[in-house]
């Protein structure tokens, strides 16, 4: 198959996410209402919680620098987007890339979804999709394993206390320690994730068992009160009314229906088919790790994907949800395919599909009918959206007029 140069065209769609994105943040940070502001409100002031560590940053820098609280969460919020789609380019640059690959890299659950759900725009996931792709990074670099352990040992607490859920998709992080240290036995791989891991996992579970009080939790709003004028609403206020024990399943699920769940289910088919074809089509190169000794890459990606569903179970943003699995899955695959730790022998034996590829026209078409026609809204309860590629700069031209 016909290799692709992703530079170019790449950089155009990662500085048109970048200036919406900005744009977006800008005009959100100042809503009364917002999701994605909210969650950034949370902080110590009331005693230790859960996702408290990224308010106590924005109110560092607030005072640090004279600026408004929420000056200073957009800030945060799109010094964390700008970068992490800065290292994505710089990640992927310089990848040569079949047509499938080039579907897994812009489908709309991926780098184009916050943007376009701006209702999701902000939120803390991009702390996790940051502190992934920076361990990627590190892997390029000489006696990686080095770094990775370091890396994961002091950076990952510190995310575990903005975003606790995280540890969903430690499996990841695991997924790529194994390889970059060549664990061989389950018994290796035990022991050395068990240590580089285990502030992280001490941390989650102080988390887990300390939940910020009724007492606790007036405090810290009384505190956002009287300091800065905001009110603890959406996510500040659900800190203590959804709670980290598994109390949320009837609230997620009370007003789904059938075809919600269909609809779902056909996200996440349509979605992932370019990369779960990919994963399928492809083996292991060397069966130097735990990893490539035991298990074929479909099955690792489908255990990689199950703790995911946890989130699904007892969450009710099933958008976010599909696009944080997503993310974290390509990043992983581009992370074996750039580092040939798989190999890249993708044939389809299909008359039909070699037909449709060698005419340009058409495989541009459903291309774009793929990357730039549709993506899920936040809920489990919403519909699709349209067009995200044409609304999302015409909503910003519309805010600009009026």
Partial sequence: MKEIVLKKNFLLFII???????????????????????EWLINYNGGFTRRGLGGEIAIIIANLFDFSLRQSIFFIQSLFHVSFLVLVFLYLKNLKINIIQLFTIFAPIFLLYPVAEI??????????????????????????????????????????????????????????????????TFKKVFKNLLIIFFPSILIFIYVFINPLSLEGHGVMCAYLQSEFGERCYMSANLLVANTIYFSTFDVVHSNAHLEHYIRYILIFLIGFF?????????????????????????????????????????????????????????????????????????????????GIVKKKILISLIFFIFAFSWNPKTVITGDLGSFPIYRIPYKAFKIINN
């Fill in 119 to 184: 209702e999701v725009l902000g939120r803390k996931e991009m702390v996790l999709f940051l502190s992934f792709i920076v361990a990627l990074f590190l892997c390029e670099k000489k006696n990686s394993e080095k770094y990775i352990n370091i890396y994961y040992f002091f950076i990952l607490p510190i995310v575990v206390l903005i975003y606790e859920q995280v540890v969903l998709f430690f499996p990841f992080f695991a997924a790529v320690a194994i390889i970059q240290n060549n664990l061989n």
């Fill in 16 to 38: 048109f996410l970048i200036i919406f994105a900005v744009f977006y943040l800008y005009i959100k940070h100042n809503v009364g209402n917002d999701s994605s502001v909210s």
């Fill in 274 to 354: 370019p990369l779960n074809l990919l994963v399928s089509k492809n083996r292991f190169l060397e069966k130097n790790n735990f990893i490539a000794k035991n298990f074929k890459p479909n099955i690792l990606f489908f255990l990689l994907y199950s703790p995911s569903i946890l989130l699904f179970i007892w969450g009710y943003d099933w958008g976010r949800w599909v696009n944080i699995t997503y993310s974290f899955s390509i990043l992983f695959y581009i992370y074996l395919f750039k580092n040939s730790i798989i190999s890249n022998n993708f044939r389809i034996k299909n008359n039909l599909w070699n």
